[in-house]
């Protein structure tokens, strides 16, 4: 026994020191101090466990414990002083704010409590009072840590599992010592750990504490019903805000336990009270009804809120919660759903109207908008019922938050036709103007300028532009006006412009200009109005155009008049750049036969060169494009200029049937188009020498200068343009001495950067190069306009690109491109033989057919084989007509035999026949000859091998009929001249020779044709 209180004795002594300790830190502040913090935590973790397992030990053995009483006392003093300490600095709301010092500030609680508890059993007196005591410092603790739990958001784990457990062993042992309890400690007792378990959402332990507390024999006072109350208010509150779909039915239980557990105001003695469980019982009804409506339990939820209407007044929370209910208790299509939202409204607008609560009005426009989106019409009804109702009584600011919002449901939400939403809009504007004695705000106005102004956009997108003018008008009023800028009403008025510009109000447009924009007329400087006026002009003269009405007097005026907007928009303008910027913004999206258009594009770039066009001042040039290198951008602005003249006089091109074409492009058309992409030519020459410039520059101000570019499609566009020109004009066989379009499409492909190309891309840009060479080599060709100077161009560009391109195609892999190269090899062949056919040397014939590409090539091309023929046989008719001479005869005879003989292994059987024929045709008027015969003697050796459906080929038939015919013929007529003149035997032989071949070209008919011939032979010989 005295083993067991000596160490009893130096435990409690431990337990002295240490609060001792403890609480002279706190006194000295150096709990603030974060190494001491965190020595006295670790000293009171290992102290907690030791003070748990003692008093176990000592709970069954009390009596047998020996100690002072002096000792005793001491504990009891030391725990005291630490006790009221810790009061003092509960106070201290920064301990919350700092998790470390918190968690040390709970376990020094829990320990000093359960010294007192270890007090109060070694008290051999076991005096009451100390078992109360206990009993209290326990209830507080655990309320101190529900406290905590209401009052921080705590994140740090360790802190909230610490939390739980003190509230677990001080629950643990408040049990032990609750026969201690007295009047309302119980009570207390119950309460607190009902709050502890409803707020961890342990349903069935709240369940408990709540039936302890009613089966206790004392009533809760105002204070505790109070903490009931908002206990399960607030956790009920949190679930159903936290809670997306399942929720607890057990939560109303306790929810209208604790609506039936507040005091009847009768029942309450002062007015602080009664206004405090008033509010109470609202707030926790409306909570019931909520918590129905979501469990969709809509009978009790009705029930409940026409409690609240009966006691309390309809308000915005019952709104929110009735139209809530129908939400769920409808689908959106439901009618039902629509009337009894209507419904809510109109009962919660009289309960605003009869209670002169006008400030609750502005939050009606939320219900109005979310009332659209099922029915517009009715949400616009609303409104207007509103507004037209009682209006005297309604603030301005409301009134335009309610005008505002229900034309945003009108532009919106409102599906009715056009037409009806117009009618609705003026009716607004009506109302509003009626209602109104003072001057809207000024956001108020702009708010409605915009809803206007967004709509008729979307209307004029739509094209519906006589609708989208309605819109603009209703902006033109005296309440708009007032309080919006001259800039912003200078905006609408354009817009307004605009819509009467489509819709053909020509006399509108300046209607508007003149009565409307009087200052801005005055000024006359703003471009977009300049614009605007000058599409006016144009399109009005379209309209005389398409009329076919020749009033020459009004478009000379309107041309004219459009010539002072340019020039104006010059002044205006604050660059070159802007200016080029404003002129395309002018001649864009018109049709391109416009009479006054192509004057004005004919004035600005055909009449006058670019650097020519004279401004007001003679010495300004209007169309200069500036030559220093910060001019870059104003090339690339003026060049859109360019490309779009261009293309109106493409369009207008492309409308010429083919004799109209033959007889305006020469003179009308080429020359305009000549100066169009000279100017273009120039202007890229000029770019590429200031970029080069530019580039070698050193000086820092550079960097802002080689930002501008035009793209190689850009100018590939212009190339392209060129091209097809010509290439116009050769397929309308429209032959001019003065055309150069594909020289000029070569002179752009040569400004193009090759730097920024890949291989690819090379390769494309070279294919156009060799398009435009084989084209204009063909045209000049064809139309015999060729020069000495230009046939010798023409010959070096093209040997320099068939060898460029043979270096190409033994490089690539790809069979697109390879195909693609190829097929110009083979055009650039084809013009290289062309030029040759034209210029009639004999030398350079020879040299080509010794070129071993161009014959490995066409032994193996059909498609060069054939052009190669159709270029050889193409004075054939003038052969016929013996209208070449005779060198020309030779030299076109020595090119046919040529290229028969060279392709002749490579031809086809039927090919070799007809390109014979063709041949033997050509020559028909001259004396036969051994070569002749030895061409034909090669074809008739190589038919040897004719196959059996060739046989049958009848057009092959045909040719070895017309074959036997002509040789026999020719047989005939020399045997008739050896006859005559008494021919030697070389004639002889020749006689023989070509009925040799006669014969055997009948070997391959099957008409008995061979043996007549040979029967026929036979009789002359014999005559």
């Not at 001057?439 to 300028?449: A, C, H, Q």
Request: glycine content about 2%; overall charge negative.
């Amino acid at each position: 026994m005295a083993d067991i209180s000596s160490s009893c004795k130096s435990t409690i002594t431990e337990f002295v020191e240490a609060c001792n300790d403890i609480n002279d830190k706190f006194q000295k502040n150096e709990t603030n101090d974060s190494k001491i913090l965190s020595s006295l935590t670790n000293k009171i973790n290992l102290l907690i466990p030791v003070t748990e397992k003692f008093e176990r030990s000592i709970k069954t053995i009390p009596t047998l414990i020996v100690l002072d009483d002096s000792l005793l006392l001491s504990l009891e003093n030391s725990c005291s002083n630490l006790y009221n300490t810790l009061i003092l600095e509960s106070k201290n709301k920064s301990i919350l704010e700092t998790p470390n010092y918190l968690f040390f500030f709970l376990n020094v609680k829990y320990f000093v409590v359960l010294l007192f508890f270890i007090f109060h059993i070694l008290s051999k007196e076991c005096n009451t009072n100390y078992g109360k005591n206990c009993f209290k410092f326990f209830v507080s603790l655990i309320k101190f840590c529900l406290d905590l739990y209401l009052q921080v958001n705590i994140i740090d784990k360790s802190l909230n599992s610490l939390i739980n457990k003190i509230i677990r062993k001080s629950e643990k042992y408040s049990d032990q010592l609750v026969h201690f309890s007295e009047g309302g400690m119980l009570t207390d007792f119950y309460l607190t750990n009902f709050q502890v378990y409803f707020h961890e959402k342990d349903l069935t332990n709240a369940a408990l504490y709540e039936s302890k507390i009613k089966n206790t024999d004392i009533k809760l006072n105002e204070n505790q019903i109070l903490e009931f109350c908002k206990t399960v208010y607030n956790c009920s509150l949190k679930i159903i805000t936290e809670s997306n779909n399942s929720l607890n039915t057990e939560y109303v239980v306790f929810l209208n336990k604790a609506s039936q557990m507040i005091p009847l105001q009768s029942e309450l003695s002062n007015n602080t009270s009664k206004s405090k469980f008033k509010n109470l019982k609202y707030s926790v009804l409306v909570l019931i009804a909520d918590y129905y409506v979501r469990l969709l339990q809509f009978e009790d939820a009705e029930i409940v809120i026409e409690e609240i209407i009966q006691n309390y007044q309809i308000d915005l929370n019952l709104v929110i919660l009735k139209i809530d209910m129908i939400k769920k208790k409808y689908s959106n299509t439901d009618p039902q759903l629509v009337i009894e939202y209507k419904e809510i409204l109109k009962r919660f607008i009289m309960s605003i109207m009869s209670n002169n609560n006008i400030s609750c009005l502005e939050s009606m426009t939320t219900f109005f908008c979310d009332l659209a989106k099922y029915s517009p019409e009715e949400a616009f009804s609303c409104f207007e019922y509103v507004l037209t109702n009682q209006t005297s009584k309604i603030p301005l600011d409301i009134i335009e938050k309610l005008f505002n919002n229900r034309l945003f449901i009108l532009t919106e939400f409102l599906n009715t036709s056009e037409e009806i939403k117009i009618n609705q809009l003026k009716s607004s504007f009506d109302d509003l103007q009626r209602i109104i004695d003072q001057e809207l705000s000024e956001t108020s106005v702009n708010s409605i300028v915009t809803l206007v102004w967004n709509y008729a956009k979307k209307l004029k997108k739509k094209s519906l532009i006589k609708e989208a003018l309605e819109w603009f008008h209703q902006l033109d009023n005296d309440i708009i006006n007032n309080k919006i800028s001259d800039e912003t009403k200078n905006i609408i008025f354009r817009a307004m412009q605009q819509c009467e510009l489509e819709l053909g109000n020509f006399e509108k447009v300046y209607y508007i200009y003149e009565k409307k924009m009087i200052e801005e007329k005055e000024k006359n400087n703003n471009f977009k109005t300049q614009i605007i006026l000058f599409k006016t002009k144009v399109k009005e003269a379209d309209d005389i155009f398409e009329r076919n009405e020749k009033e020459l007097n009004i478009l000379e005026k309107i041309a004219n008049d459009c010539k002072d907007i340019i020039l104006n928009l010059k002044q205006i303008s604050k660059s070159y750049t802007q200016f080029y910027d404003f002129l395309y913004a002018c001649f864009i999206d018109f049709k391109s036969n416009n009479p006054v258009l192509l004057y004005l594009l004919d004035f600005l770039f055909v009449e006058n060169n670019c650097s020519e066009v004279k401004g007001n001042n003679e010495n300004e040039n209007l169309f200069e494009v500036n030559n220093s290198s910060s001019g870059l951008f104003s090339h690339l602005s003026f060049m859109r200029i360019l490309r779009l003249a261009i293309q109106l006089h493409l369009t207008n091109l492309e409308l010429l049937d083919k004799k109209i074409f033959i007889q305006e492009f020469p003179n009308i058309y080429l020359p305009k188009f000549e100066k169009l992409l000279e100017q273009g030519l120039n202007i890229l020459m000029r770019f590429r020498q200031l970029k080069e410039m530019d580039i070698n520059s050193s000086s820092t101000s550079s960097n802002q200068l080689i930002t501008g570019s035009f793209t190689n499609t850009e100018i590939n566009w212009f190339a392209a343009v060129a091209f097809n020109l010509e290439n116009k004009c050769f397929q309308n066989d429209l032959y001019l001495n003065n055309m150069n379009m594909c020289k000029v499409a070569v002179e752009y492909i040569n400004l193009i950067d090759k730097k920024s190309l890949n291989d690819l891309e090379l390769k494309e840009l070279k294919v156009r190069e060799m398009r435009c060479i084989c084209l204009d080599c063909f045209y000049k060709k064809d139309g015999n306009i060729f020069n000495l100077s230009e046939m010798n161009k023409l010959n070096a560009s093209i040997l320099k690109l068939i060898g460029e391109s043979m270096g190409i195609l033994s490089h690539l892999n790809d069979e697109n491109q390879y195909t693609e190269i190829m097929d110009c090899v083979r055009e650039l062949w084809l013009a290289r033989f062309s030029l040759i056919d034209y210029e009639k040397k004999d030398q350079n014939l020879f040299n080509l057919f010794n070129n071993h590409n161009f014959i490995n090539l066409l032994i193996t091309d059909d498609e060069l084989v054939t052009g190669c023929f159709c270029i050889a046989f193409n004075n054939y008719n003038d052969n016929k007509s013996n209208k070449i001479s005779l060198k020309q005869f030779d030299f076109d005879k020595k090119k046919i035999s040529l290229l028969i003989n060279k392709t002749l292994p490579t031809l086809s059987i039927k090919e070799s026949l007809i390109y014979n024929r063709k041949y033997v045709e050509w020559l028909f008027h001259q004396d036969p000859d051994e070569e002749l015969s030895k061409l034909i003697r090669k074809i008739l050796t190589k038919s040897s091998s004719l196959s059996d459906n060739e046989k049958e080929d009848p057009e092959i038939f045909s040719e070895f009929d017309w074959l036997s015919t002509h040789c026999w013929n020719v047989s005939i007529r020399c045997l008739i001249e050896e006859e005559e003149m008494q021919s030697n035997n070389n004639n002889t032989q020749l006689s023989k020779i070509w009925f040799d071949l006669a014969i055997d070209s009948s070997r391959y008919l099957n008409n008995g044709k061979k043996e007549k011939l040979e029967s026929l032979r036979v009789e002359m010989s014999i005559r």
